[in-house]
Each structure stands twice: as structure tokens, then as C-alpha cells.
């Protein structure tokens, strides 16, 4: 039943990570087909953060009352609904609609499962499973890659992945008695019933939150931008930008393949260290003139550098901070994650929109 569980959660990550790429790979063409300036793409990612950070901070009360099974189930739809809505909206506000369903549905499930693989995982499943939410950003950027110019285009491409989260929904809800392999090994619980009120007091908590917010407002500003700065700023085609922000992902991917080996081998804060040095090379290669394939390269080393740091800090977290207040503390990791990931893009948003 184990190893079950295991694989099941394993889909779930790619099920998360399916809506996340989509947005920023099909934007250049979203804003012709609706008419929207450039930097409309920071404010729908700030109403679809601040969407996510609210679901985030109520997760804790909601998995004490269904379950994270049941919640599971309940966020997919939430997520088909909204990709569902995506493809059929023909105004900004039509936009913002859905985006607030798709991101109430990511954030319940982003915290449930983080904080459960913590408790109940190690750490080369925590990396692998990160990996395969890569695996869904890169299926979910592909997917806009390859609808971007054909007919019904992008909105095509939002229908497909609604379609299968809706599938998904319906398998998770028959594995739902699968869940209970855990059901008498969820450690602490009424010790975080009584300090629910008081997480942040915890030492080094508003520490760790903030470097969630840091790495997220890196990566996500990458995920929103990259393809419109190849397109905007390099000259290059939407189909090539898009292909940019899958190879990004793709980059994240293998990097977290690899990092659940080298998590049996290295330690925490050195990895997290290389990691950061091999974003500053794809940076910089990036910002670089070279030839045109290169910077799909340099978006596949930033990809690649990101991979092991969130991961690596969750992970963490309730060696650091006792399992008896893990789950608030990673919902407050997530919240402060999803604020970088909200003001990241919409801070660069604003800087772009001055230059084009």
C-alpha cells in the first residue's frame, strides 16, 4: 500500500505542475488574440498568486477536516474548471475569473502533499517528485508549443489539459481509500492545534519564509517572462519562446532527477549553493549576444540550477522545526513562496513595460 501511495502522489505532482508553464508560454499570443499590454501577464500572476496564498494559509484547517486525499480530489476539479474557463475567456476579466479557480486548486494541493512526503518520504523522493512536477510544466509549455498557430490555437491547448485533469479528478477520487495507509502515523497533531496561532514565533521561520519568497520570485519571473523576452527582446518567434519556457522546465526536470541521487551524497546547504552559481551563469548567458539556440540553452542552466532548491528547503523543514508544527510551518513557506512568485513577475512587468 506504500509504494501505491508513493506512486499515486508521484501523478499528483505531475497533475500540479500541468497549469503552471501554460500561461507564460502562451501569453505572447493571448495578448494579440485579447489586444492587452505586455505587462497585463504581472497582474493576472498576482491575482493567481495572491488566489494561491489564500487557499495555501487555509490548507492546515482544511486537510485536519477532509483529509488530504479528499482535498486532492476536490483541487483537480477546481483546476479543470478553471483551465476550462482559460480557453473560453475573451476579456481580461474572463482571464482573472479562471485564474482564480485554476490557483485555488494548486495551492491546496502544493502545501497537502509537500508537507505529507516530508513527514512520511526522504529526501531523494522529495526531488524526484519535484522532478515530476517538472514533468507536468514541461508537458504543460509543449503542449502550448504545439497548438500556438494551429487551429483554435492556444484555447485548444487550455481544453486539452482541462480534459485531463478532469480524468485525473475521477482516478484520484476512486484511490481514495489508498490514503489511509498514513492514517495513524500523522505525528503531532494536537500539539498544532494548540500553537496554530503562533507559527512565526517559531526561531528562524520568518527566515526560512523569506527564502522561499527569494527563490520563487526567481523562478516564477523566469516561467512568466522568459518566452516574451525571447520574443520581445531577442526577435524570435512565439512558437521559439515557448519552446524556451519548455526547456526551462525541462531544466528543472532533470535537475531534480539528478539531485535525488546527489541528495544521498551532499548535504542540504552545499547543493543549495552550486545551485544558485549555476543560475547566475544561465543569467548572464542569457542577458549575452549569442546565437540563437543558446539562449534555449541558457533557460535550460537556469531551469537546471533551480531544480534542487525548493525541494531541498522543504524537505528540510520538519527536521528544523519539529514535526509537530511542520504542516503550519510549510504552509507559511508556501505563502511566502507564492508572494515572491506574485511580485516577481509583476515588479518585472512593470520594469518591461517601461522599455517596450
Not at 541558457?298 to 528547503?313: D, E, N, Q, R, Y
Amino acid at each position: 500500500m506504500v509504494t501505491l501511495l508513493l506512486a499515486f502522489i508521484y501523478v499528483s505532482f505531475i497533475s500540479l505542475g500541468l497549469p503552471d508553464s501554460m500561461f507564460g508560454a502562451a501569453w505572447p499570443v493571448i495578448r494579440n488574440d485579447m489586444m492587452l499590454p505586455v505587462s497585463t501577464a504581472g497582474l493576472i500572476s498576482l491575482i493567481s498568486t495572491l488566489t494561491i496564498v489564500f487557499s495555501t494559509l487555509l490548507n492546515p484547517f482544511i486537510v485536519r477536516r477532509l483529509g488530504t486525499g479528499r482535498l486532492i480530489v476536490i483541487s483537480t476539479l477546481f483546476s479543470s474548471v478553471g483551465l476550462l474557463l482559460f480557453s473560453q475567456s475573451r476579456t481580461l476579466i474572463h482571464l482573472c475569473i479562471a485564474t482564480a479557480f485554476t490557483a485555488l486548486g494548486g495551492g491546496s494541493i502544493d502545501v497537502s502533499l509537500n508537507n505529507f512526503v516530508a513527514l512520511h518520504y526522504k529526501p531523494k523522493h522529495m526531488n524526484w517528485l519535484h522532478s515530476l512536477w517538472g514533468v507536468g510544466t514541461t508537458l504543460g509549455a509543449s503542449i502550448i508549443s504545439a497548438f500556438v498557430g494551429s487551429y483554435g490555437g492556444w484555447r485548444n491547448g487550455y481544453t486539452v489539459v482541462s480534459m485531463f485533469q478532469l480524468l485525473l479528478s475521477f482516478i484520484f477520487m476512486l484511490m481514495l481509500p489508498v490514503w489511509n495507509v498514513h492514517k495513524n502515523n500523522n505525528e503531532g497533531q494536537i500539539e498544532q492545534k494548540r500553537i496554530v496561532r503562533s507559527p512565526l514565533l517559531v526561531k528562524n521561520a520568518i527566515l526560512s519564509v523569506t527564502a522561499f519568497f527569494a527563490y520563487c520570485a526567481i523562478e516564477t519571473t523566469t516561467d512568466v517572462w522568459a518566452s516574451s523576452f525571447l520574443v520581445n527582446f531577442k526577435g524570435l518567434s512565439p512558437s521559439f519562446g515557448a519552446r524556451g519556457t519548455a526547456l526551462f522546465f525541462f531544466g528543472i526536470t532533470l535537475g531534480r532527477i539528478l539531485s535525488g541521487f546527489l541528495s544521498m551524497k551532499i548535504k542540504s546547504i552545499p547543493m543549495i549553493r552550486l545551485s544558485l552559481l549555476m543560475i547566475l551563469i544561465g543569467v548572464i548567458m542569457l542577458l549575452s549576444k549569442m546565437p540563437t539556440v543558446l539562449y534555449l540553452i541558457s533557460l535550460g542552466v537556469i531551469g537546471f540550477g533551480c531544480a534542487p532548491i525548493f525541494p531541498t528547503m522543504m524537505h528540510e523543514t520538519p527536521r528544523r522545526f519539529g514535526v509537530e508544527v511542520s504542516n503550519f510551518i510549510v504552509s507559511l513557506q508556501m505563502a511566502g513562496g507564492y508572494l515572491g512568485s506574485a511580485f516577481g513577475p509583476f515588479l518585472f512587468g512593470l520594469l518591461i513595460s517601461k522599455v517596450l
